[in-house]
């Protein structure tokens, strides 16, 4: 199966940009990279997720290499309410894994007042 | 709607006990699932459904039973408990197995312990 490396850790400061960063570079051209991210004490929310292009929704933008072997889950401006873990994942499209989602360790992210 | 609702949010069971973890979603989707979540090691699937019907093992099967026979409903059973299936457990569902552009909808988890 493919894995995701991520940082164990970041800190950010309070309204200032984050950018989360996932290395994949034994992704295929079929698997889905999604972000999570887990506030404590509940269960993981989808944050965004991408194949190709870059993305942007209200919560983040994602940043997809051109090699798609890493990508970046940018915060525009961090709050005390996106301290949480947050997942690199990929959603398989094909093979054994077929539809599966695997989850690795995440980044716990503590922002700064 | 309510999305993926997992009853009970906490249970102590004894070694050799047997329990059933709840998950009912209102979504209408096909895709079900259920992770452990363990210290250090992220999460970790467990079974998975595909539709009513069908299912089929994860990561980490062994000590669990799952069935699915309506689309709303995915039970996980634990048929004699032991410590090491001391946990937090996720629900999740999805639209379908191949919708690879919609999220997974989890649901508040479980705590369990098992003494």
């Known amino acids: 199966d493919a894995k995701t490396t991520q940082p164990n850790s970041m800190e950010s400061n309070e309204e200032e940009p984050v950018h989360l960063p996932c290395n994949h570079s034994t992704i295929s051209g079929t698997d889905y990279i999604h972000w999570y991210r887990q506030l404590p004490s509940q269960g993981p929310e989808y944050v965004i997720h991408?194949?190709?292009s870059n993305v942007n929704n209200r919560m983040a933008s994602l940043a997809i290499a051109e090699d798609r072997k890493s990508s970046t889950l940018i915060l525009h401006r961090a709050t005390l309410r996106d301290a949480a873990v947050y997942y690199c994942i990929f959603l398989n499209a094909g093979g054994t894994s077929y539809g599966k989602l695997t989850f690795g360790q995440g980044t716990i992210l503590t922002v700064h007042p | 709607n309510a999305g993926v609702t997992q009853t009970p949010k906490f249970q102590v069971l004894k070694t050799g006990q047997s329990m059933t973890l709840q998950c009912a979603q209102d979504m209408n989707h096909e895709y079900m699932s259920w992770y452990r979540q363990d210290p250090g090691m992220g999460l970790r699937l467990i079974h998975y459904?595909?539709?009513?019907?069908?299912?089929d093992q994860g990561e980490v099967p062994n000590g669990y039973n799952v069935s699915r026979s309506t689309t709303e409903d995915f039970p996980l059973r634990l048929l004699s408990a032991a410590p090491s299936q001391t946990s937090v457990y996720f629900c999740?569902?999805?639209?379908?197995?191949?919708?690879?552009?919609?999220?997974?909808?989890f649901g508040n988890g479980t705590r369990l312990t098992v003494t």
């Open positions: 991408g194949l190709t």
């Open positions: 459904s595909v539709g009513a019907g069908i299912t």
């Open positions: 999740a569902s999805r639209v379908g197995l191949r919708t690879y552009n919609s999220p997974l909808h």
